[in-house]
């Protein structure tokens, strides 16, 4: 069952900071922290969830880039 | 029958007795058919012909009120297999209870036989309805019914737990499907190998289900599944051990075992009947293409959010850089401004004290200018008053001196102002300058003032008055020749020493 908690809980904080992120007034420091967190936590999911880390990379780069 | 009980020395023999009661049914029942009901208790295939046990039980008790023979002849045995296979899904056997037409029969060599001519299927369906619906009565008594349904199901079910069959084409159906998934997902399968027909089916898949409980924690789902064949007995799916087992079970279970007509209930109390495997295998990778597309989805909106903060964070930063620059713009200029109005303060002051040195310079070159004539007047006046009466001698000689200092005077004016105005930021300098310059000036005018008065000393008439001379003056004129005299005119002398009044004759 631990996987399963995993993905539920990263659920739930991505959702969290999403809210967060759509509601409140986080300044852009905490704003990168919290990007990055759920970077992440979607790491791990796409990791847990198939069997090439290729996505992974992919979804990362593109975040990478597009806020250099 | 009161003569055969009563004489005992009369002796029958069994076929005659048998003989009897054969003529007795024969009379009785001939060829006459009979729709009757009864339960299969057992039934064997003997050279093609079907010998059947029909039994009936007391409603409640399940005790066993009457058991008569059957027999279903070769001859009318496949076809009515065959039919009642078609439309009930199963086969003739144990259990089944059936309404059949049958002739009652005695057959002096196998007794009393029901020769069954035809079976009703949709009696035994209705029967298997009834029992189906007994068990989902008591199911839903016991409170079981709903509980896998209601159960959570995992965001991502990738350890599954089967049960199956490894030679079912439905568990080889499953497999393929989920393992070649086009999304690369990943799944831990485990398969627990039950029987999928039949009596023992039920059980079978029962103890299955304990064994997955024993170790439940390494599985999120458990998917039933089987394929292949079409009309089987599909009955132990609505076995009530099985039904309650995957009702109570504490991971969701997942049916894929293809019914046709009416789904068992298995499959109703199941947290999901997908009908086929494939089906099973799709709705679990809907499952995780669910969860994926909600993590892409959520990093979409965070990506979005993230984008749209930081232009905003830009944009801010450029709107504060914007203000900052315009605001030390405007302090520059302010600045710049009372520099510029400092400068100009300053420039006054400076204008002011030059003006001021000038009015000193102009003060004292107004003394020296007002010295100087002071002087040659002092001068000319002790002149004047000494010697007034050579006044008209001297005056012109004097007039061009005074002219002479006079227009030294305003050289001077002049080269000190054009000094004072070409050296304004000098001032001090070309005060000391003038000053310096103004006394040799003075000086040197003072010398030729001495010079000229020593001169004009010399050409004092006195002087020549005192060698002798004398000077005649007709109305104030000094007469230079005879000429501008006539008779009875008066002319006066001086002399050195006093005048004499005298008149021409």
């Given amino acids: ?68 | 029958m009161s003569n055969i009980a009563n004489s005992k020395t009369e002796y029958f023999s069994l076929s005659s007795i048998s003989g009897m009661v054969e003529s007795m049914f024969n009379e009785k029942f001939g060829n006459k058919l009979f729709w009757i009901t009864a339960e299969i208790s057992s039934l064997h295939i003997h050279k093609g012909h079907c010998y059947i046990s029909f039994i009936e039980k007391t409603k409640g008790t399940d005790e066993i009120k009457t058991e008569i023979k059957g027999i279903i002849w070769l001859q009318n045995y496949s076809r009515i297999n065959y039919n009642f296979k078609t439309i009930t899904g199963i086969e003739i056997k144990e259990n089944t209870k059936i309404l059949f037409l049958a002739k009652v029969s005695f057959d002096t060599k196998y007794g009393l036989n029901l020769i069954v001519e035809e079976i009703d299927p949709s009696y035994t369906i209705g029967q298997m309805l009834i029992e189906r619906e007994n068990v989902v009565r008591l199911l839903k008594e016991k409170g079981y019914y709903e509980l896998n349904k209601n159960k959570d199901f995992p965001l991502v079910p990738q350890r599954i737990a089967v049960i199956s069959a490894e030679t079912s084409r439905g568990y080889e159906d499953f497999r393929e499907k989920l393992l070649t998934n086009k999304y690369h997902y990943k799944f831990q399968i485990k398969l627990f190998q039950s029987l999928l027909q039949g009596e023992k089916a039920g059980e079978d898949m029962r103890n299955r289900l304990i064994e997955i409980f024993n170790e439940i924690h390494l599985f999120d789902i458990v998917v039933i599944v089987r394929g292949g064949g079409g009309n089987v007995n599909l009955t132990c799916f609505n076995n009530y051990r099985l039904a309650e087992a995957i009702a109570r079970f504490p991971i969701p279970i997942i049916t894929g075992i293809g019914h046709t007509a009416n789904i068992s209930v298995a499959d109703e109390v199941a947290f999901k009947d997908c009908i086929t495997p494939t089906d099973v295998s799709d709705f679990i990778i809907t499952k995780c293409l669910e969860f994926d597309n909600k993590l892409m989805n959520i990093f979409e909106k965070i990506k979005t959010r993230f984008n749209e903060k930081m232009t905003n964070q830009l944009h801010k930063t450029d709107n504060q850089m914007s203000m900052l620059i315009s605001s030390t713009n405007i302090l520059i200029k302010k600045q710049l401004t009372f520099n510029d109005t400092q400068f100009i303060r300053f420039v006054n002051s400076a204008n002011i004290i030059i003006a001021e040195q000038n009015n000193k310079i102009g003060l004292i070159v107004q003394k020296i200018t007002d010295k100087i004539p002071n002087y040659i007047k002092e001068r000319l006046s002790i002149i004047n008053s000494q010697k007034l009466i050579f006044r008209p001698i001297i005056s012109n000689f004097m007039e061009h001196k005074i002219k002479l200092l006079n227009n030294r005077l305003y050289a001077l004016k002049a080269i000190s102002d054009k000094i004072f105005t070409n050296n304004k930021r000098f001032t001090d300098d070309a005060l000391i300058y003038i000053t310096l310059n103004s006394k040799k000036i003075i000086e040197k005018a003072e010398k030729n003032m001495i010079l000229t008065e020593e001169k004009i000393k010399i050409l004092d008439p006195v002087n020549v008055l005192k060698r002798g001379y004398s000077i005649t003056l007709k109305d104030g004129k000094n007469i230079k020749s005879a000429d501008m005299l006539n008779e009875g005119d008066e002319v006066k002398t001086i002399l050195f020493n006093g005048e004499v009044k005298s008149k021409i004759i």
């Fill in chain 1, 1 to 68: 069952m631990g996987n399963q908690i995993n993905y539920t809980d990263a659920q739930k904080e991505l959702e969290q900071i999403l809210k967060e992120i759509e509601i409140g007034d986080v300044d852009v420091d905490k704003l990168s922290e919290k990007v990055k967190r759920a970077c992440a936590l979607i790491r791990i999911c796409k990791e847990k969830l198939k069997n090439t880390d290729d996505e992974i990379k992919k979804i990362l780069e593109e975040f990478n880039q597009e806020n250099k």
